[in-house]
């Protein structure tokens, strides 16, 4: 863009400020001054519109409104086709994804389809822990706080300590516990003693028996005290390994699972209740999200719970923009009675751990439809500049970006009105890699938006 209009009109500007402040006005120019001025200035916009004229016809439609056929036709400055020119391939819109990748599974094709449209059902949930993969860490008696081995979000091996817990209860258990292993080992000397003595008819049989008879007793009691200490949450071996010196009524909590810190309620200094979590231990890579279901939604959930699992989308309020797949996989068949609903339980991938319990959710259930549409992966079609377009196999390694329509958008699914025919291969896992490639020029170093 030319900028000495502009230069000229802040000169113009300049100069009449300069002039207001003087103490003597300055004279009018003449007429021919003023005419010559008003000359120039409208030559500059003139070519200023001329070389916006030109820029608009030196630049070259995108790669999305030519045809593949005239893509491939194109050379490069380096003299090769401009689509198998490492430097020069992103500006037609093609990639070249060696064999390897698909191999490795980094890049997956899938053929468009006709599948049957969903019928979309719109509830509201609020995300929970998978039970089955976490473990809810608490203290059996009631105590202090003394101590933690570990911040939230830590990832722990399966024993390892979390929680010290000060308690009056384990002291005493702890005592107990010594003194029957002190019994123990003195009832085992006695036994033993008299079983030499015995041998060699020193001492009476009712002797030997009554011996073996307090040791008997001695091994009962010693069992009872080291299972007082693990039902109040000691490990076997911190049980085992307790001294007199180490005993001091403390107990370690630890973990009993290998997993990340989920959840951790403990301050030393803090009492600790029996029926309260201190930590929760385990694996949200999966998790439930509980969703209501009226009354008049029932029957038709139950149908197409009949056909197959049904799918489902989840999305909340921190990541509007994404969409969390999932599937039906309880439907309960109790109502409670206070909402007048049934509790329908979503399992839901969360590799990256953006759902977090707690968090209120809307619920998608899809419904098996009637009406029939070509589809791809949702997460095949990607986005520039407001247009939509997926990437095609073209031949050998590499592919190609193609405009497409979209329409209807299901459970993972896109429904393509436009751009693509049946059978037509299309990049689902990796597309995104492409489209980043594909856009160097725009985003430098970067990544795509």
Not at 204 to 215: F, T, V, Y
Not at 223 to 242: E, F, P, Q, V, Y
Not at 274 to 296: C, F, H, I, K, P
Request: charged content about 25%.
């Amino acid at each position: 863009m030319n900028t000495r209009p502009f230069a000229c009109i802040l000169l113009a500007l300049a100069v009449s400020v300069a002039s207001a402040s003087c103490k003597k006005a300055a004279p009018a120019p003449a007429p021919a001054a003023a005419k010559a001025e008003g000359n120039e200035a409208e030559g500059h916009a003139a070519h200023a519109d001329e070389g916006i004229a030109k820029e608009a016809e030196s630049k070259e439609p995108s790669d999305l409104d030519r045809p593949v056929e005239e893509l491939v036709a194109l050379t490069c400055e380096h003299k090769k086709k401009t689509f198998e020119c490492d430097e020069c391939r992103y500006e037609t819109g093609f990639v070249r994804a060696p064999a390897s990748l698909t191999e490795g599974g980094l890049i997956t094709t899938v053929k468009t389809e006709r599948k049957k449209v969903a019928v979309p059902v719109t509830l509201t949930g609020e995300v929970r822990f998978d039970e089955r993969r976490v473990s809810h860490v608490s203290s059996q008696v009631e105590g202090i706080v003394r101590a933690t081995h570990v911040t939230l979000g830590d990832r722990v091996r399966k024993g390892q300590p979390l929680v010290e817990i000060e308690s009056v209860a384990v002291g005493a258990a702890q005592a107990a516990y010594l003194e029957s292993q002190s019994l123990l080992v003195l009832a085992r000397r006695n036994f033993e003693r008299l079983s030499e003595l015995r041998k060699e008819s020193i001492s009476s049989e009712k002797e030997s028996l009554q011996a073996r008879q307090e040791l008997e007793t001695a091994e009962i009691r010693a069992a009872n005290a080291l299972g007082t200490l693990t039902r109040l949450g000691a490990s076997d071996a911190d049980a085992r390994a307790l001294t007199s010196a180490t005993a001091g009524g403390r107990i370690v909590l630890r973990s009993p699972m290998d997993g990340l810190v989920l959840t951790l309620h403990a301050v030393p200094g803090e009492a600790a209740k029996s029926d309260q979590s201190l930590a929760t231990v385990g694996d949200n890579s999966t998790v439930w999200v509980w969703a209501d279901l009226y009354e008049r939604d029932i029957l038709s959930v139950a149908r197409g719970q009949a056909a197959g699992r049904l799918e489902a989308s989840v999305s909340v309020k921190a990541y509007p923009d994404e969409q969390f797949a999932g599937g039906v996989d309880l439907v309960t068949q109790a109502m409670e009675e206070s909402s007048r609903t049934v509790k329908v339980r979503v399992e839901v991938r969360n590799r990256a751990g953006h759902l977090l319990s707690g968090m209120f959710a809307n619920v998608k259930l899809y419904l098996p439809g009637t009406d029939e549409a070509l589809a791809i992966p949702r997460g095949a079609v990607l986005e520039d500049e407001g247009r939509s377009f997926v990437f095609v196999r073209h031949k050998g390694d590499y592919y190609v970006r193609r405009p497409v329509t979209v329409g209807r958008t299901w459970a993972g699914w896109a429904e393509v009105k436009n751009g693509l025919q049946p059978g037509q291969a299309v990049v689902a896992e990796g597309a995104f890699l492409m489209k980043s490639d594909v856009l160097r020029s725009k985003m430098g170093a970067g990544c795509a938006d």
